[in-house]
């Protein structure tokens, strides 16, 4: 283990290839950081980490994630809020020479500025389902589901009736932010051909958010969650054992014969045995 920077609703600790970042909870951490918990960043994966002076007699400590190298901020596409920033963090003012200290160890150490060929950080852990203003939107590491609700979904999806989209046909996801004026999530096809209504509540790969509906902390890390998965398929799979017990497992979830808290507990057990 290395330095410990401690800020505003987080610490960041430099081990020997990473960098470990660890949300605290509390009535003003953002929603998002308190889903995230904690999250390792392979050197590998960042690019650049600056330290800058901030507002109120405060330093900021920033690091920045090589394109292509985190499935969060792919899919997140600059539209997190300064704020909420996982890769941002502020420290009193008389932390900077630590925060200066930390920049000097790192430099040398880091990946380089060209995009990443494949994920090197791990998506954060999902909802099992997302609540959006007019679906209910699951993702059992297989595929992607729709189920429309009666009162929200546009006369398109509930007479299209329900969908279910294997991740061999997803190529990418597309989440714009429930805090803009068009939010929502939407599956792109693999093959690069949009089938579906541009409109978003008219395309039965997309749900809607609205006030109460697809929250940041829950909808960004699902999505992130579901690019992860994708991005997983485009090269030889290193275990097949494992993907093959999960595959079995959210069969059983999805045949009612495990509850959401069971089928979590076991996915994350052979989760872990990757």
Same mark, same amino acid.
């Given at each position: ?7 505003? /609703? ?14 605290? @909870? &509390?009535?003003?951490? %953002?929603?998002?950081?308190?889903? =995230?918990?904690?999250? /390792?960043? %392979? ?12 507002? *109120?007699?405060?330093? +900021? ?9 985190? %499935?969060?901020?792919?899919? !997140? ?25 930390? +920049?000097?160890?790192?430099? &040398? *150490? ?7 060929? *494949? ?6 852990? %999902?909802?099992? $389902? ?6 209910? +939107? ?14 929200? !979904? ?19 996801? #597309? ?8 939010? $929502? =999530?939407?599956? =792109?096809? *693999? ?10 509540? $008219? ?22 969650? +579901? ?7 485009? &090269?030889?799979?290193? /275990? ?7 595959? /079995? =497992? ?11 808290? #069971? ?5 994350? @057990?052979? !989760?872990?045995?990757?």
């Amino acid at each position: 283990m290395g330095d410990v920077l401690a800020g505003n /609703h987080a610490v960041w600790e430099l081990d020997s290839d990473a960098v470990i970042i660890r949300f605290t @909870r &509390g009535l003003r951490t %953002p929603r998002l950081w308190h889903a =995230l918990g904690e999250r /390792h960043i %392979p050197l590998e994966a960042l690019s650049e980490v600056t330290v800058t002076g901030g507002k *109120r007699d405060t330093a +900021v400590l920033r690091a920045v994630p090589r394109p292509g190298a985190d %499935p969060l901020m792919e899919v !997140a596409a600059g539209q997190l809020k300064e704020a909420c920033d996982p890769y941002r963090l502020v420290l009193p003012g008389d932390r900077a020479p630590q925060a200066a200290s930390l +920049v000097d160890a790192l430099r &040398g *150490r880091l990946g380089p500025a060209e995009p990443a060929e *494949r994920f090197l950080v791990r998506a954060p852990e %999902p909802p099992i $389902h997302l609540k959006a203003y007019d679906a209910r +939107v699951g993702f059992d590491g297989s595929a992607v589901t729709f189920q429309w609700s009666r009162t929200g !979904a546009s006369g398109t999806k509930w007479k299209a009736g329900d969908q279910r989209y294997p991740l061999a046909e997803i190529g990418g996801v #597309e989440w714009r932010s429930p805090d803009g004026p068009d939010g $929502h =999530l939407r599956l =792109l096809p *693999r093959d690069g051909v949009a089938a579906g209504d541009a409109r978003p509540d $008219h395309d039965l790969a997309a749900a809607v958010f609205g006030i109460g509906y697809g929250a940041v902390h829950e909808s960004l890390p699902f999505a992130a969650s +579901v690019l992860a998965a994708v991005g997983g398929r485009a &090269g030889s799979d290193p /275990h097949p054992q494992v993907d093959e017990r999960l595959r /079995h =497992l959210s069969e059983l979830h999805g045949a009612g014969l495990l509850t959401d808290a #069971e089928y979590a507990a076991l996915r994350d @057990r052979f !989760a872990a045995d990757a």
